[in-house]
C-alpha cells in the first residue's frame, strides 16, 4: 500500500504493506511537521526518526520515502518503510507488554558487539551496558554467561540493523533501557531482566508475541 501527502505541491509517499498504513500516515504526518517547522525538506534530506535514518529521494511524478539496506555495504536505500515500521512495532509490543514508559532506542545504524557463536548457539543473551560513544548502542550479544565485551577477543562489533537479515527475532528488545539482560532459547525470547537484576518477564507469564519478519519484505 502507499501512503502519501503533499508538501509544497510535491507529493511524498511512503510505500508499505497494508498492516502498516496507519503507522505509515504518522511517520508521514511527522515529516510534514518537521517540513513546516523548517528546514524544508528535500531530496536528499535524512531524518532521525526511532529506529531508522530515513531518506527522502526524488522521483520523476513523487518524491519517496526510503530506509536503508544495513546488510549492503556501502548502505543503499530501499524506496520503502516496511522493515523500519515493523521494528518499531515490535519494539513498542514489547515495551507495553513490560509496562515500560519508554525504552532506550538504537538505530540500525549504531554498532553492538557479538560472539560469532551466538548467532547458531540454543541459549543468547543479550545485556546492554553503558554505551561508550554516540555509535555505540551498548549491546552485547553472547552465547554464554562467563564472558563480557571487554574479555572476549572473539566479539567483534556488526551494525546493529544487519540482524534484521540474521537474527530478527532479537530486534524487538533493543530498545530495552540499559542495564537489562534478554535470553533467548532457541530463537524464542523467555527471560528478561532490568539493571536491577529482577526478572521483569519470563516464559512462565503472559506470554510476549513477537511477530515473524515475513510481512517485512511485501
Known sequence: MTQSIVLDHRR???QCASEYDTMAHSLLSRLKALHEQG???????LI???WSLLQIQAHPQHWVVCEPAYDSDPITWRPEVNETLW????QATLLAELNLVSGQRTRGDQWLWLQPDALTAPDVYLNRSEPSHAQDSGWYIRADTTTNQKGDSRARAIMAGTLARYKPEWLGVLALPIGCLARFEQNHLTAIFDARQQRIY??????????TSETSDE
Do not use: E, W, Y
Request: hydrophobic residues 40%; without cysteine.
Open 202 to 211: 519470563s516464559t512462565q507469564a503472559k506470554p510476549i508475541r513477537l511477530h
Open 12 to 14: 511524498l509517499i511512503a
Open 87 to 90: 521494528v518499531m512495532q515490535q
Open 39 to 45: 528546514p524544508a525538506l528535500n531530496p536528499g534530506s
Open 48 to 50: 532521525d526518526f526511532g
